[in-house]
């Protein structure tokens, strides 16, 4: 499988403070990149997805000035928690994917984001 | 709005036993099914890929089917054993989206 590599791993910061996290795939040209945050116990919840030189398409309920998404080559996407505060705090995860149907995915190792 | 459900949330066996994980999803209109396992406070390992078209997948122990018309998916996990404990999550790809269901956490005990 392609191996995704997700900077940081674990982050912590100050409450009003911005965070990057970094999403690299490795040995394949990513061309859709997903953002997933999970709380304890839970499953993962889609955030955005990210088409290589477009604008990320957000789901429902997440906030595009709060939470920005790059996607600036095939082999990198970033997301930027802007003003964390305490509720951002989670585990954040990434997956790539080719753009054509039925690619397998693979994901990243994920950041722990505590924000204090 | 696709929705996707796993069935049981947990599940606990002694090692050596068959098992089987549920999945269901709502719209049939998918591009393919993944199972995937995460260990706590980890990332995703993929373990099998369905694409729509096919019936089933096969890796070691491990084997995954896909119904797509009634909409449900099954992981088959043969003679399980410790090291299998995790938690199992099946994602949906359909345009542009991967959604995933609540997974099943899979406890094995010796």
């Known amino acids: 499988g392609a191996v995704v590599s997700q900077h940081p791993s674990r982050v912590i910061c100050k409450s009003g403070t911005s965070v990057k996290i970094e999403c690299r795939s490795l040995d394949f040209q990513a061309t859709t990149m997903f953002w997933y945050r999970q709380f304890p116990k839970q499953s993962l919840m889609l955030m955005a997805t990210?088409?290589?030189?477009?604008?990320?398409?957000?789901e429902q309920g997440v906030e595009k000035d709060k939470f920005l998404i790059n996607h600036a080559s095939l082999t990198l996407s970033t997301l930027t928690v802007t003003s964390a505060h305490p509720e951002d705090s989670s585990f954040y995860i990434c997956?790539?994917?080719?753009?054509?149907?039925?690619?397998?995915?693979?994901f990243g190792q994920g950041t722990r984001l505590t924000v204090v | 709005k696709q929705e996707v459900t796993q069935i049981p949330a947990a599940l606990s066996v002694p090692e050596g036993e068959n098992l089987v994980l549920n999945c269901s999803f709502t719209?049939?209109?998918?591009?393919?099914l993944q199972w995937f396992r995460q260990d706590p406070g980890k990332g995703l390992t993929s373990l099998l890929l369905?694409?729509?078209?096919?019936r089933e997948q096969t890796s070691g122990r491990l084997n995954a089917s896909l119904d797509k018309s009634s909409g449900r998916s099954t992981l088959y996990i043969a003679a399980s054993q410790p090291g299998d404990s995790a938690t199992y999550l099946c994602?949906?790809?359909?345009?542009?989206?991967?959604?995933f269901g609540a997974g099943t956490r899979l406890a094995v005990h010796p």
């Open positions: 997956g790539v994917t080719r753009a054509s149907p039925g690619a397998e995915a693979f």
């Open positions: 369905i694409q729509s078209s096919q």
């Open positions: 719209d049939s209109a998918i591009y393919n």
């Open positions: 990210s088409n290589e030189g477009s604008k990320a398409t957000y």
């Open positions: 994602a949906v790809a359909f345009y542009n989206k991967l959604i």
